[in-house]
């Protein structure tokens, strides 16, 4: 399969154990083995500065990204996190998301000089993205902020770029 490394036969979906490779007799007249196949996901600064190594992954397999290192940006812009389409109108991922992928993929590098995200929408301040936060979003914080904010339950902050410091009411 061209873009994938063949990583070996294994007797359970889950890949544990060792890896066979050789037919193994194992004196029942019918195994069932599964082919691990792994394929790379390429990390491309999308017009900034520096590179992130590539990551292995088990093709249909959940596994963690990693985390952006590496790469810059024009003072001003924050990393906001991937998307597979370098204009940001792809499938996006925050930063160490839990993803699964069936082909190599190329995750593009999203930046923004706003206060602050949720997803791929920008915000000019912290308190209009806490004011549109909904349970289940995490709001990337990109701006040193004053604002007094309470978070709405379910809401998660995420401290993007700069340091969080202060009281957290909600």
Same mark, same amino acid.
């Given at each position: 399969?061209?873009?994938?490394?063949?990583?070996?036969?294994?007797?359970?979906?889950? /890949?544990?154990?060792?890896?066979?490779?050789?037919?193994?007799?194992?004196?029942?007249?019918? #195994?069932?083995?599964?082919?691990?196949?792994?394929?790379?996901?390429?990390?491309?600064?999308?017009?900034?500065?520096?590179?992130?190594?590539?990551?292995?992954?088990?093709?249909?397999?959940?596994?963690?990204?990693?985390?952006?290192?590496?790469?810059?940006?024009?003072?001003?812009?924050? /990393?906001?996190?991937?998307?597979?389409?370098?204009? *940001? #109108?792809?499938? /996006?991922?925050?930063? *160490?998301?839990?993803?699964?992928?069936? &082909?190599?993929?190329?995750?593009?590098?999203?930046? #923004?000089?706003?206060?602050?995200?949720? *997803?791929?929408?920008?915000?000019? %301040?912290?308190?209009?993205?806490?004011? &549109?936060?909904?349970?289940?979003?995490?709001?990337?914080?990109?701006?040193? %902020?004053?604002?007094?904010?309470?978070?709405?339950?379910?809401?998660?902050?995420? %401290?993007?770029?700069?340091?969080?410091?202060?009281?957290? %009411?909600?």
């Amino acid at each position: 399969r061209e873009g994938f490394q063949f990583d070996g036969w294994y007797d359970n979906p889950e /890949f544990s154990g060792t890896a066979y490779t050789q037919r193994q007799s194992s004196g029942q007249t019918q #195994s069932k083995y599964y082919a691990k196949w792994n394929c790379e996901v390429t990390f491309d600064a999308n017009g900034g500065n520096g590179t992130m190594a590539s990551q292995t992954v088990t093709a249909g397999k959940p596994v963690a990204l990693n985390a952006m290192s590496g790469m810059t940006w024009a003072d001003g812009y924050a /990393f906001t996190g991937w998307n597979t389409k370098a204009d *940001g #109108s792809g499938q /996006f991922y925050g930063d *160490g998301a839990l993803v699964t992928f069936d &082909e190599p993929t190329t995750l593009y590098a999203q930046w #923004s000089n706003a206060a602050a995200v949720i *997803g791929t929408t920008e915000y000019d %301040s912290l308190s209009a993205a806490i004011n &549109e936060a909904r349970s289940g979003d995490t709001v990337v914080i990109l701006q040193t %902020s004053s604002d007094n904010i309470t978070i709405p339950a379910g809401v998660t902050l995420s %401290s993007g770029s700069v340091a969080l410091s202060g009281t957290i %009411s909600g």
